[in-house]
């Protein structure tokens, strides 16, 4: 069934889908072994629409060569530039080549009868957004069977599992970093359970407290060593952060008293409650640090005041530290004053509206002032900016971020800020855009129907000449494409040209008939070429479609008179010759010289009118089918010595040279060969009028037979090594001598030799001479 009636409504299974449903609805099927979704069985047709309906992402290997079909929550997991979507309707084989021998043994289990597989966190590496990634998998794959009950097919219902297994492995690091930095640091951890009171703690926070070594304790035994003083202070901050309205932090600095020792310790405990989805505490846990000793404290806040400078300083990315409600510059670093053309003199511990007043007016003080109010980040891209600087006025676009600066009881500080320049990005933007829109409105001004495609060669513009020309909308093409208005005939020969040059990357030139809005079909000419980026990678596919049908009627108009006037000829000229040799034959013996050399010359005139005549009855057979050929076996060699012998009689000029090989068996018309023989020796004579040797050779091959013809003279230009095998070509070219002839020679003898399956060519330079090559198919007896 043609993809142009494939729709939702032929085919419930594959309505909806999204994008996966309408790439099954549009895809060519007829050339997969599954066959057109109107053969498809009812079981993979229930399993589609299964697939397609599904949130969850899932895939289907089916029939012999376990046919690719996934959905559109699979769709992500093939990333960019990778996989998608090439390979639905895809062999698996073909389209998993990297992990084929991960996957083949557990498709092979399930398609066996076996059981289905489950595999959880499995590394599967994969070939997607260019390169080959190692990604984790949780997945099923489950046996479909079809009417029969035979399993027909393979489903997959994944889950990927990179991000998840790539943050434990992340926590698996942090953790042991963590214990790493809490051992080094010397610091207590401790970890409540509000659901059963219990508390355990490592050994560190046991010995503060004078606790015993227990695992698990329950938390009043920890109560009762904190001192009495700030006992309920501790008890307070732990219930707040028990209740969700906190965000379930905690932080309280107080004294612990050990029960035997009555040594002091003052402690900074902090933590942090977790909640479950009914907003219960499920877990409270957090650190404690001695903090007795002040001078500890003060390094503490002074290291970490430095990394925070020094992660400022230091960062490439312009950041900037603005501090309290009036958001007073604390903080630029190198980058950020590159950027506002300024000096740290002129910038630091003063008001951000006062270095640049003219901001006064734009939205960023007020973005500064929210995210400062409501400690939330702010993010923005490509936005617009201008400010004043030494050099004048600057207007840009950034990508910016202003995050809050929080203290140690939650208050909002400050804020940073980060922000990218994106300006040259934009810019190019806009003038791709802006180019853009002058194509469309130049395109949109020609008479000619312009047209573009992407790289897979799907059409996805036209100009307003293919909507006056077609009488359809926009709505109306996209939905069915340009091909419905490809004459029917055309339409085959069109899709496979333009398929191979999307292929090939090779310009697309055809000819074919369009249906004009009145119902007239019109010849076109269409022609499309790549456009290659800096790297060669084809972007897109600029084409047009010229109308040609009035020159096509000229042609045809010129085709039939040469047919009339080549049989209208051919009776006359054949009478004439016939008397012209009775008069030669009365006066062969005659005296008068006169008379017989002047029937000479009009009988050589009458074979060249003849032989013409008969070229042009042959053009017609061409154009028409209807060459006839009488195909015999003969000796190749032995009628390459006669024509030789006939020719050289003739001619006085060229000495022609023959250099055989072993001699071939060729089933041909000898007729026809004859005459390409014929043709190409005495264009090597006419074209070759200052040298003295032509010479032909023949090579066997294992399959074929390959004769050449050489001549020493004036050589064709490589441009037009192709074209002089066209119908009435002819080489042109200036302050060159013109040779006689109407240019239908080479295309009678390059038909003659295609008819044969045989192939032609031409080896030549300018002034260097010409070989020219034919092959037929022949066998050694």
């Known amino acids: 069934m043609p993809n142009s009636i494939i729709t939702q409504q032929t085919f419930s299974f594959l309505k909806g889908g ?88 557990l498709i092979d289990q399930v398609l066996s009868g076996g059981e289905a597989t489950w595999m959880e966190d499995q590394l599967i590496p994969i070939f997607r957004n260019g390169k080959i990634e190692d990604v984790y998998w949780t997945f099923s794959y489950s046996p479909v069977n079809d009417e029969s009950g035979f399993v027909s097919g393979v489903l997959v219902t994944c889950s990927e599992t990179t991000e998840n297994v790539t943050i434990r492995h992340k926590l698996e690091e942090s953790k042991n970093k963590l214990e790493f930095a809490i051992e080094a640091a010397k610091l207590g951890t401790w970890d409540y359970n509000p659901a059963n009171n219990k508390f355990i703690s490592n050994s560190r926070l046991k010995e503060w407290f004078g606790l015993p070594h227990e695992a698990e304790i329950e938390l009043p035994h920890a109560i009762n060593a904190i001192a009495e003083k700030d006992r309920q202070r501790v008890i307070d901050a732990i219930q707040n952060a028990l209740d969700p309205s906190s965000g379930g932090h905690y932080e309280v600095e107080y004294t612990i008293i050990h029960p035997i020792t009555k040594k002091e310790t003052i402690v900074q405990a902090k933590g942090k409650a977790w909640f479950n989805a009914d907003n219960i505490a499920y877990r409270f846990n957090g650190t404690m640090e001695d903090v007795t000793v002040e001078v500890m404290a003060r390094r503490k806040v002074t290291e970490s005041e430095q990394r925070f400078r020094s992660l400022i300083t230091q960062s490439p990315i312009a950041m900037v530290v603005f501090r309290g409600p009036a958001h007073v510059i604390e903080i630029a670093n190198d980058a950020m004053l590159k950027r506002w053309n300024k000096t740290e003199q002129d910038l630091l511990n003063k008001r951000f509206v006062d270095v640049f007043p003219e901001i ?39 990508d910016f971020e202003y995050s809050p600066l929080l203290e140690s009881n939650g208050n909002v500080s400050g804020i940073i800020a980060i922000l990218n320049d994106v300006t040259e990005k934009v810019e190019a933007r806009m003038k791709i855009e802006e180019s853009q829109q002058k194509f469309r409105l130049l395109a949109d001004s020609m008479a000619q129907h312009i047209w573009t495609a992407d790289t897979e060669g799907n059409l996805n513009y036209y100009n307003q000449s293919v909507f006056n020309y077609s009488g359809l909308t926009l709505e109306e093409i996209n939905k069915d494409g340009l091909i419905q208005i490809v004459h029917p005939d055309d339409r085959v020969g069109h899709l496979k040209s333009w398929m191979n040059s999307v292929k090939t990357g090779k310009d697309f030139l055809f000819e074919h008939r369009f249906r004009r809005h009145d119902g007239e079909y019109r010849w076109q000419l269409s022609r499309a070429v790549p456009q290659f980026d800096g790297n060669g990678n084809i972007q897109m596919w600029v084409g047009t479609s010229t109308d040609i049908h009035d020159i096509k009627k000229n042609e045809q108009l010129k085709d039939d008179f040469i047919k009339m006037a080549s049989h209208e000829l051919k009776t006359p000229v054949t009478t004439i010759r016939g008397y012209v040799q009775l008069l030669m034959e009365m006066y062969k013996n005659g005296n008068d010289a006169m008379l017989t050399n002047s029937l000479s010359s009009v009988d050589k005139h009458i074979s060249k009118l003849t032989k013409l005549i008969t070229d042009l009855l042959d053009v017609t057979k061409i154009e028409t089918g209807s060459l006839h050929l009488a195909k015999e076996n003969f000796k190749i060699n032995k009628l390459i010595e006669e024509i030789i012998k006939d020719i050289q009689i003739t001619t006085s000029t060229h000495k022609i040279i023959f250099d055989p090989d072993t001699d071939a068996l060729v089933f041909a018309d000898r007729d026809r060969i004859s005459q390409v023989l014929i043709n190409l020796l005495i264009n090597s004579i006419k074209y070759s009028p200052h040298a003295k040797e032509v010479i032909i050779k023949t090579r066997l091959t294992k399959e074929e037979i390959v004769v050449s013809i050489q001549d020493f003279g004036i050589g064709i230009d490589v441009d037009d090594h192709d074209k002089i095998f066209e119908r009435f070509y002819r080489v042109q070219g200036k302050n060159e001598k013109t040779y006689p002839g109407f240019g239908i020679g080479l295309f009678i003898v390059k038909e003659i030799i295609s008819n044969h399956q045989g192939k032609i060519w031409v080896e030549s330079k300018k002034n260097e001479g010409s070989v020219f090559y034919f092959s037929l198919p022949a066998f050694t007896d």
């Open 18 to 105: 999204g994008e996966m449903g309408r790439l099954m609805r549009n895809k060519d099927w007829s050339e997969s072994t599954v066959g057109t979704p109107d053969t498809w069985p009812q079981s993979l047709r229930t399993t589609l629409g299964i697939i397609l309906n599904s949130k969850f992402p899932m895939f289907l290997w089916w029939g012999s060569e376990l046919i690719c079909f996934y959905n559109d929550a699979y769709r992500p997991s093939l990333g960019q530039n990778g996989k998608h979507p090439s390979i639905l309707g895809m062999p698996a084989k073909d389209a998993w080549p990297e992990i084929w021998d991960i996957i083949k043994p």
């Open 360 to 398: 006064k007016g734009q939205k960023f003080p007020l973005l500064l002032d929210e995210v400062y109010r409501t400690g939330k980040i702010y993010r923005e891209t490509e936005a617009l900016s201008y400010f004043q600087d030494k050099d004048g006025k600057r207007i840009s676009y950034v």
